[in-house]
């Protein structure tokens, strides 16, 4: 009987070693796969909304002739005639683009847009002809935009849902510019130009994707557009006085600074 007792309790030690031997031995299950990260590839469209502040060096000048003024009278003309105007004003519109991202964190893409740009500003200025004290001169001037339409590459850097970017190309929009140059003695000198100015844009921004689909950003753009020009005379014969008339230049350039939040759409998935 001992001995039975014995073989019994044995068998009972090695069953549950070899019980314990099969647990630590069970096939290794892989963990199941979060899901992927963002992927920004795709075309987009949408609105954008914000700010605008510009600068424009407005210039209105005539030549020593001598025709109608004396010399000191056209370098005060001169001087007086060189203004710089701050116009600034709302702008808001939609784009349209494409993004497209490999394995990396790189995206590429291109956009496009178009926008009001309610820019403008004036400026006048009365001052006595040194020569001919108190009768005096005035010289106003004046510029503003309508519209704005950019198309630039551009270029990111992605942290899952962010979007950090560059970019930067073509920027249009048509400038508006009028002066007036006006004296005491009743005649006056009027430029008047509006041109569709092409200029260079660059810029950058940060993207996020709240959704599968939605994105929010924010940008900054700097454009410059060059100037605008146009030409007339101060004619002396129509105050009776002799000469041919001092030839007038008006000009005017215009840079610009934009801040502005987007909503995006991704169409489609991918």
């Not at 031995?25 to 609105?47: E, I």
């Not at 009365?126 to 004046?142: E, L, S």
């Not at 004296?183 to 810029?203: A, H, L, P, Y």
């Amino acid at each position: 009987m001992k001995k039975i007792l014995i073989v019994a309790s044995a068998a009972a030690v090695f069953a549950t070693g070899a019980h314990g031997a099969d647990i630590g031995a069970r096939p290794y299950v892989k963990a199941p796969l979060l899901d992927p990260s963002y992927n920004w590839s795709g075309f987009y469209a949408g609105v954008n909304a914000g700010g605008a502040w510009g600068r424009s060096r407005a210039a209105t000048s005539t030549v020593d002739t001598p025709a109608y003024f004396d010399a000191a009278n056209v370098v005060e003309i001169n001087r007086v005639g060189n203004m710089r105007l701050d116009p600034g004003g709302f702008t808001g519109g939609g784009q349209i683009g494409f993004n497209w991202q490999g394995n990396g964190p790189v995206v590429w893409g291109a956009e496009a847009d178009f926008s009001y740009l309610g820019l403008k500003a004036s400026g006048d200025v009365t001052v006595p002809y040194p020569t001919v004290a108190p009768n005096a001169f005035t010289i106003h001037q004046d510029v503003k935009t309508q519209w704005l339409f950019t198309a630039r590459p551009r270029v990111g850097y992605a942290f899952d849902r962010t979007l950090l970017y560059v970019t930067g190309g073509v920027a249009v929009t048509e400038l508006k510019y009028n002066a007036v140059f006006s004296d005491v003695f009743g005649n006056g000198v009027t430029g008047s130009v509006s041109k569709t100015v092409v200029g260079w844009t660059v810029g950058g921004g940060i993207e996020y994707a709240f959704a599968k689909n939605w994105s929010l950003k924010g940008e900054y753009l700097y454009a410059d557009f060059g100037n605008v020009s146009t030409a007339g005379t101060k004619n002396a014969v129509l105050i009776g006085n002799s000469g041919t008339g001092n030839p007038f230049t008006h000009s005017a350039d215009l840079s610009l600074h934009l801040a502005r939040v987007g909503l995006n759409y991704k169409l489609g998935n991918y």
